[in-house]
């Protein structure tokens, strides 16, 4: 009921920058949480950022200072700017949201939605 579509992943240089991008569409009826999860080789999938439907922010100690997350709520966009990025940033970048659909109500707690995943490689 909720469609995610990323774009923006590639291979770049370390120090390179690169800006992910997710599109969400569907019966949406409220957006509460949107973030980027990555997942790399033989690693379990981990938390990068992730917005608030007010704009508070969280990220992971690993991309601090170099990650910006933002939204267009008008969109039901999220985005995700990489700067300096490393080799250890490698892995498939996830797109999340957690939403509340019009089927759903009077659930008003929301579920999560996951995008196919974008990769990300950095080489060194």
Known sequence: QVQ???????????????????????????????????????????????????????YADSVKGRFTISTDNAKNTVSLQMNSLK???TAV???NVKAVTIA?????SGMDYWGKGTLVTVSS
């Open 93 to 95: 970048y996830f797109c």
């Open 104 to 108: 759903a109500i009077p659930d008003y």
């Open 87 to 89: 080799p250890e940033d």
């Open 4 to 58: 995610l579509v990323e774009s923006g992943g590639g291979l770049v240089q370390a120090g390179g920058s690169l800006r992910l991008s997710c599109a969400a569409s569907g019966m949406i009826f409220r957006i509460k949480n949107m973030g980027w999860y990555r997942q790399a080789p033989g690693k379990q999938r981990e938390l990068v950022a992730e917005i608030t439907i007010g704009g508070s922010t969280n």
